[in-house]
Every structure is written in C-alpha cells, then in structure tokens.
C-alpha cells in the first residue's frame, strides 16, 4: 500500500518530547495572561473540559486504545471550550493566546498521527461524557489545558509504541 | 507443622522483623533529613512532598510547648471537583525542642489541584492547594562514579537516576566538583542523563565530586535532592606538550649549530686558550733533554754549549727576544742592581747541593773561560743591536740579572755562565715596580708533554730602583716567556754549603726527564 507511486509516505513520528514542552510553555503563558486580565475575560456559560487527573497505576491498567481515546477525547473538549472562549473574549491579549493555544492542540493531533495512534472522535453531544468535568471560568479552562497537556497526553507520548521501538 | 518447619517459620520471623526494624529506622532517618531540608527551603505549611509516584508527605513544625496532643489535629484533603478525604497524623521528633506532624498519603493523584486544610480542635491552622506532579523531592542519585576519560584534566562522572517511570527525561542533575582543601566549587549542569565529563581540571590533582538531582519544572517539579555522598578522584599527571617539547628540541638545536658556528670560526683563539704552546728550548738545546736529561752544565761541559747558545742565537733567523745580557763590568757599574724579590726561594735540592760543592771545587777554573765568553757576548750583542749595551740599562724591560758569587768588584764582569756557581737572578722594572708580571704564553707550538701549563707567570720585586748587590752579577734582560720562576735569594758561593741553590720551580708540568734548567744565564728566544 505505502509503495504504491503517488501516495504520501507516512510521517516520521514524532518522539520528542520538546515539542510538547513548547506546547505546555505556551499554554502557561495564557494562564499567566489570564491572571492579569480584569475585564472581557470571563465565560457566559458552563464549559466541558476533560478530567486531568492521572493515577499512574489506574493509567497503566488501560489499554494503549483507551489511553489514545482519553486523549484524544480530551483534546476535542478543549479545542471546544477554547472556541467558545475565543468567542466570548474581548482582550486583544488574551484572544492572542487562546488562538496560539488552538493551534497547539491541532498540533497535538498531528503529532499523534505521526505515532500511528488511530484517530478519534467522540460523540458530538458532550454531554454525559465521562471523565469531564463543568467548568465556569476562563482560568478554569485554561488550568485544565495546561495539565492535561502535561498529564495525559504526555503520557500517551511517552508510553507510544512507535517511539518505544524507535528508542530500541 | 514439625518442629524444624517451625523453627524455620520463627527464624524467618525474626528477619523479617529485623529487616523491618531496620527498614523503618532507614526511613525515619531519610525523613529526618528531607524535613529539615524543606524546613529550610519551603516557606509554606503544611510543607510537603512526593518522593516517586505513590508515596506523598505532609508536615508541619510546632514548638512542644505549644503543641497539643495530636488529637487536636486534623488533616483533610481534597482534589478538584472530589470530596475530601482525612489523613491520620503523625508524630515525629524535631531538632530544638520541636515535634513534627506528619500526614502520609500512600495514594496520589497528579496534575490536578489538591487542597490541604490543617485543624486545630476545629480551628484551621494550616491551608494550601499545589499540584503533587511540582512538589518532588527525590532521593540522591546513586552509585556516583568518577573515572579518568584518558585525556589529561578530564573526568568521567557517571551515577544512577532516580528509578522514576516516566521522568527520566525530566530530571536535571548538578555535579559540584572542588579540589582537594578547596570548600566551594564548581557546578556543572546536566539534563535527563546520567554522565556527565568534566574538563578543564587541573592535572594531577584530587577532586571531590558531588551529585544531585532534580526536576525540570516544566511537566514535573519539585526541590533540590541532598548531595550524593562525596567520592574523590585524582586527575592525570600533566603531560608534555608536543608542541613546546618540539620548540625547545629546534631552539635547542639552533643553539648548538649557532655555538658550534662559533667554536669552528674561532678555533684557532680557543685552541690557543685551552692548550697554549710551551715554548720549550730543546731545539737551542739539543740533546740537553735527551741526553743529559737537562743537566746543563753536563750538556755544557760535553759540548760546546756556550758557543752553541751563541751561534744559535746569532745566526738563527729568529730575532732575539728581549732577553738581553748585560756584563755588569762595563756597563752596569753604575747600575744598580735591583734586589732579589722578597719571594725568594730558597728551595733547592740535595742534587744541586752536590753539584754545587762539586762545583766550587772547579769555580776557578772556570773563571777565565767565563770572561772570555762573556766579552765575546757583549761584543755580538754590540752587534746585533748597537747601542744595546747603554740602552739596554735604560731598557723599560722587565730584566734578570743572573750573578755568579765570589767575585771580587772588578772582576764582575768576568761573571758569565759560570757552571758550578750558582747564579743570582734579579728581575726587575724600572716601568712599573712592585707589580705583577702576568703573561700569556703566548700562541705557539706546543711541545709534547706540556698540556697543563700555567698561563701566568709572575716577577715580584720588590722595590723601584736598582740598588748594588756588590760584584760579580752578570744582569740579564729576561722578556717574559710564560715560565713562572721563583727566584730565590741569590747564594754567595761561601755560602753554598749553608743556603741550598735556589730551584726554579716550574709551574708547567714538564715531563720528568726534564729537569729545570735554568741556573744559568742563557739565552732564551722567545718563540712564541
């Protein structure tokens, strides 16, 4: 299949971890940003977020399919909480980082593309979604962003199959 | 159950219980020391920390005159959007009259927000909220190597992470390496590995190396672990540079070609310096070293000695050196004649002794052929130099007045080379008195036999101006030809048997067949 003349070679993976680390400062300094911001930064309305907590223990007991699913899960409701922020925001400033940390997690999904994780889409409705968690506040949105980067989907790096063998 | 089984049972017991015994008083050490240092670097309460994914401690410090019991206490948590949970409390004992509460969580949860409140009897002493994955404090790493890399002021430090699953990559190391005495040191920073090369030391000198580690702060984050246990090391000896080892071989090299440059263009001065010619008299003399092993009044008597000096001096081609004879008679009447120098010597010995009582026998005898050869010598020397006779007194030349003793005032001039007299030998300068006479010996052959001649030779004399010895003194006019001579006081012939002849001693090694020869007047060309 992949040497058929025309077709696009798949990605080299893309193992190393500073690409997340630069994800993560970035989303930090939105977090940053929003403490200072006083006015026009605030949300309307209750937001889904994914659940950041990890139990390493309880995350090694779940398959490599679960652990790509949780992510990518968790990688959807951001990009949705986001948008809505992005919307609903006034600050020049802030609005600047909320779109810088957009295309971070659209960075995320081709990073896990190139590591061979099989794509994921969760249902459209959030509602009912296990492991989220409602959120009112831009602050709360942006906390959730920053340590489910640092958290799952770290993990899910780390852990990926395609980078264990080319570590080996 | 038998009785061995239970035996078995009882022994493993006991270990078991040892080992824990042990186990726990480990920890309760490792506490005591992660406690104080968070004492130190975290300002917050409750202070805590996470040692690896599970194990999570919480503490707070409080004066034991203060403190209640630890009923009193209460210690609730809480993670983001979960209930709160309580932690049973501790108690440990603390430096300085102090007691620690300690709460110990052996399950954890990261990256979320955990929220801590400390009760006292309902009463909240203590709040916090952190993040577990940012408050790591790990052990020291382990098994710190140090080895040499083979290079010259290098070492090879290698240790052992932390056995934390998903932070290797995280970790950040600082290896302190110091010289032996030196308290401080220098840092070295290492990221998520475990080897690490210093350079730049000194060789050939001991070092004391330290290891630490600690989160990076981006993904995980924590403090500062305590120093790993210090191991020495000593740096290679220092090594001769190529580079300055090949110039100073060329420097060294350049040197000698620009010596030997000089030695080769120079020979001739250097040759003359370290084997100066000694001008020996054995061609003027012949046979008087071979044959008569340098008896001289042996060799005069067998030949025709005088006339021999004579004509070897008239005729040869070489000009006389200022060694001239002067007949005291005819024209030194009124010069007088200059004392013997204050070195005197009188050393002599027993050989010359004989000769000279052999000698006195014959004096007379001798008498007549004396003053027929010195009359015949004043008129050649007429001849080869007018004029010399009266200048010659007016000569500012060094000079020897050789005498022969026991003869009456007007018959001095008969005083030649009388053979069985001993001779008297005034040296004296009318240019510069009292002075040392130094003189080179001057460029020439050398004879065989005579490497370590002296190069000096001195005349000491002792007052300015002639004064009269009385009669009999034939004065000579000796140039200095590189032959130290010490003159002794001259011996009147009554006087032969009291005072020995003096010798002439000879700085220059003459070989041993070659006796001095010079108790005579004699002619001496100079050949240098």
Redesign the interface.
């Known amino acids: 299949h992949w040497t058929c003349p025309g077709l696009p070679s798949p990605p080299r993976p893309i193992c190393d ?1 500073r690409v997340l ?1 630069h994800f ?2 970035e989303a930090r300094d939105a977090e940053v940003a929003m403490k200072s911001c006083r006015d026009g930064c605030g949300l309307t309305e209750l937001v889904s977020v994914p ?7 309880d995350w090694e007991r779940k398959n490599a399919t679960e652990q790509a699913q949780e992510v990518q899960t968790g990688l959807w409701l951001l990009h949705q909480a986001l948008g809505l922020l992005q919307a609903s925001m006034t600050d020049v400033d802030l609005n600047n980082h909320i779109d810088n940390s957009i295309r971070n997690l659209l960075s995320i999904n081709a990073v896990l593309r190139s590591l061979n994780i099989q794509e994921y889409t969760p249902p459209t409705s959030a509602v009912g979604l296990e492991g989220t ?1 409602k959120v009112s506040s831009v602050a709360e949105v942006l ?1 959730v962003h920053v ?2 980067l ?3 989907v ?2 899910l790096l ?2 990926a199959e395609a980078c264990q063998q080319d570590v080996s | 159950m038998t009785r061995d089984q239970h035996r078995r049972l009882v022994a493993v017991y006991l270990v078991c219980c040892v080992m824990g015994t042990v186990s726990t008083a480990q920890r309760a050490q490792d506490f005591q020391r992660k406690a104080s240092m968070l004492l130190a670097a975290e300002p917050e309460n409750p202070k805590c920390f996470a040692e690896g994914r599970k194990a999570f401690t919480c503490f707070w410090e409080e004066d034991e005159e203060r403190a209640g019991p630890v009923e009193q206490y209460s210690f609730t948590y809480a993670y983001q959007n979960e209930n709160g949970s309580r932690c049973p409390l501790t108690v440990a004992p603390a430096a300085g009259g102090k007691k620690l509460f300690v709460c110990h969580l052996d399950r954890i949860q990261m990256f979320v927000q955990l929220d801590i409140q400390v009760h006292r009897e309902s009463v909240m002493i203590h709040n916090r909220s952190l993040l577990v994955e940012l408050v790591f404090l790990l052990d020291p790493p382990e098994n710190v190597t140090v080895s040499s890399t083979g290079h010259q002021g290098q070492l090879n430090v290698s240790w052992v992470p932390p056995p934390l699953k998903y932070m290797d990559d995280s970790m950040i190391y600082e290896v302190m390496y110091a010289k032996e005495g030196d308290p401080a040191g220098q840092v070295e920073v290492a990221r998520a590995c475990s080897e690490l090369i210093l350079r730049g030391l000194q060789a050939a000198t001991r070092y004391r190396v330290e290891v630490r580690v600690r989160l990076d702060g981006i993904t995980y984050s924590g403090y500062w672990s305590a120093w790993s246990d210090p191991v020495w090391m000593e740096t290679l000896p220092a090594d001769l540079d190529p580079l300055i080892v090949s110039l100073t071989f060329i420097i060294t090299f350049i040197l000698f070609l620009l010596c030997l440059i000089v030695l080769l263009s120079h020979h001739r001065f250097f040759i003359k310096k370290v084997w100066p010619t000694i001008p020996v008299p054995d061609s003027k003399f012949q046979g008087l070293f071979t044959v008569y092993g340098g008896d001289l009044q042996e060799w005069l008597r067998q030949t025709s000695g005088g006339l021999w000096v004579t004509s070897a001096l008239l005729y040869s081609e070489e000009r006389p050196s200022p060694v001239e004879v002067l007949s005291e008679l005819n024209l030194c009447r009124s010069l007088a004649s200059p004392p013997l120098p204050p070195k005197a010597c009188n050393a002599s010995t027993q050989r010359d002794e004989r000769e000279l009582s052999n000698g006195s026998d014959s004096a007379q005898t001798d008498e007549w052929r004396a003053t027929q050869q010195q009359h015949w010598l004043m008129e050649r020397l007429r001849e080869t130099r007018p004029g010399m006779g009266s200048s010659l007194l007016e000569s500012q030349d060094t000079y020897v007045t050789l005498s022969t003793n026991n003869h009456s005032e007007e018959d001095h001039v008969d005083d030649t080379l009388e053979e069985a007299l001993p001779l008297e030998m005034h040296v004296a300068s009318r240019k510069t008195p009292l002075s040392e006479f130094h003189s080179d010996l001057g460029s020439g052959q050398q004879s065989s036999g005579s490497g370590r001649l002296s190069s000096q030779s001195s005349f000491e004399y002792p007052s300015q101006g002639w004064t009269p010895k009385g009669p009999g003194y034939t004065y000579m006019a000796v140039a200095d030809s590189g032959v130290s001579m010490d003159y002794s006081p001259m011996s009147r012939v009554d006087d032969l048997g009291k005072v020995a002849l003096y010798a002439n001693e000879y700085k220059n090694e003459i070989p041993p067949h070659r006796r001095p020869f010079l108790t005579r007047q004699y002619h001496v060309h100079d050949d240098g």
């Not at chain 1, 659940?51 to 223990?57: E, I, L, S, Y």
């Open positions: 971890l680390n993560i400062q659940q950041t907590t990890v139990n390493f223990d968690w906390q340590n489910f640092r958290g799952k770290r993990l780390v852990g």
